[in-house]
């Protein structure tokens, strides 16, 4: 599989996770299209890439079993969610529940909107592993805290799959709990789509947001074709929201059921289909509309078809990247249990090597399946422990060396930079509670070898730190 992609022959993939790859067919498809939209500006904006795009949102729509009208595209998972706070406009006394660990970007939009308004958010603190019951407990416990404060909790921020450490997280359930108690929900899905199941009609979410240049499953075929000269083939139109699909850089979705669209008025930053509330400036009528056409979509639909000028090339090539994965890869089925196998099987290995263990809910039989493993994320703890630890972590066997939390939060960059400096890859490393730990990524271009040969320099690198040689 590796000779069809466009790493640097010297360059390790092993970090899919972060921000996804696509092999040269595809890339080759979207340049077409950038020539497409370069050699007729205004035709491709204004009329060509209008129907790509309502095309692509009708199949995003089949793979979630949702209506069409209740999803749009943004342009990655921490825009979408960005989008929902702003447009939740909150007031004082207003709370926002969110976990930890939570998405740095997101966290960081949190905080700044703490900066500009009366917002105020409240967070959920632990540590993984932690069983369920516990984390709900933990939750509606914060949720009560905010209450006795005078504040009214309106919404929670949580994941489908966290990105540090890598692992399920189980917001089906707190979703339900969400509904309970009267609380928006507001999915941060930008590891889920492919790798574990989604339905929005079953879930009901109040908004869902999830990357689409990764993902794993295709959705039922769904094409028009486009002939144009500067195009390689006849392109048969088929988008899937895409978590490692193998499709370019950057887009996501953002689900709003009917019940919530009257919350969106804007995107970030607002463009042409901002709507004004009742008494409001009057705007001018956006200039990609003929206003002698009947409108065939709602507003909110409008609202997010132009988002200033930006190339969304990746929204409308992924037929490409389909016809890859079924005639090169073997098809969808075989895709995802091997990346599934094999970042399982590679974390095994690079946890053998370190003499450690990897990242899954306590307390599980011998055989039992991990649910926080059922997926081509997997986390593996480092022999590093951390000082402030507050259950003994140094006295666990296999730990080289007990850092203070100054130490560490000089190791673990170290280790990043030799990876990428010395070794020429790359897998995030991070403190989670009193250990360091590393994430690792599935993809069909990998194969247990390369995680041998990373366990190899991780334990070296550990050794370093460990003479603090760093």
Request: glycine residues 6%.
């Amino acid at each position: 599989m590796l000779k069809h992609w466009l790493f640097d022959p010297s360059y390790k993939n092993l970090n899919h996770g972060s921000f996804g790859a696509h092999p040269a067919p595809v890339r080759d498809a979207q340049r077409a299209f950038l020539d497409l939209a370069d050699s007729r500006p205004d035709p491709y904006i204004r009329l060509e890439h209008t129907k790509l795009l309502q095309k692509a949102r009708e199949a995003v729509a089949q793979i979630v079993n949702a209506p069409t009208d209740e999803c749009v595209f943004v342009k990655n998972a921490t825009t979408g969610v960005a989008t929902v706070l702003y447009n939740l406009n909150f007031q004082p006394k207003e709370a926002l529940i969110y976990f930890e660990p939570v998405y740095g970007a997101v966290e960081k939009g949190i905080v700044s909107f703490q900066e500009h308004s009366s917002f105020q958010a409240r967070k959920v603190n632990f540590h993984f592993p932690i069983t369920v019951d516990e984390l709900e407990r933990r939750f509606r416990e914060t949720v009560s805290s905010a209450r006795n404060e005078g504040l009214t909790v309106r919404a929670a921020v949580f994941d489908t799959i966290v990105s540090n450490p890598g692992i399920r997280f189980p917001f089906e359930r707190f979703i339900g709990i969400c509904r309970e108690e009267g609380i928006l929900s507001v999915i941060d899905g930008a590891h889920g789509i492919g790798q574990i199941p989604l339905d929005m009609k079953t879930l009901q979410p109040d908004f869902f947001t999830s990357n689409c240049h990764k993902y794993e499953r295709a959705p039922p075929q769904h094409s028009s074709s486009l002939h144009n000269p500067l195009l390689p083939f006849s392109l048969s139109l088929t988008f899937s929201l895409v978590r490692w699909l193998y499709t370019p850089r950057s887009a996501a979705i953002l689900y709003v059921p009917k019940r919530n669209q009257h919350f969106m008025r804007s995107t970030l930053p607002t463009s042409w289909g901002f709507i004004a509330a009742a008494g409001s400036a009057e705007t001018m009528a956006s200039v990609l509309q003929d206003p002698t056409q009947v409108k065939s979509q709602s507003p909110f639909e409008e609202l997010f078809e132009f988002v200033a000028t930006s190339d969304d090339s990746a929204y409308i090539c992924v037929e490409a990247a389909l016809k890859f994965r079924k005639e090169v890869c073997g098809g969808e089925e075989a895709i995802m249990g091997y990346c599934e196998k094999v970042a399982n099987e590679g974390a095994d290995v690079v946890a053998n090597i370190l003499g450690t263990d990897v990242l899954q809910e306590p307390g599980l039989k011998p055989g039992e399946k991990s649910q926080m493993r059922a997926c081509a994320l997997t986390t593996v703890r480092l022999p590093i422990a951390v000082a402030d630890s507050s259950d003994g972590g140094s006295m666990v066997p296999g730990t080289l060396v007990t850092l203070s939390t100054t130490e560490a939060s000089r190791a673990f960059p170290f280790i990043q930079r030799q990876l990428l400096e010395k070794y020429n890859t790359f897998v995030p490393v991070f403190q989670h509670g009193p250990w360091l730990w590393t994430r690792l990524s599935g993809q069909i271009f990998l194969e247990k070898s390369d995680f041998e040969w990373l366990g190899g320099i991780l334990r070296d690198l550990c050794e370093q730190v460990a003479r603090r040689d760093f």
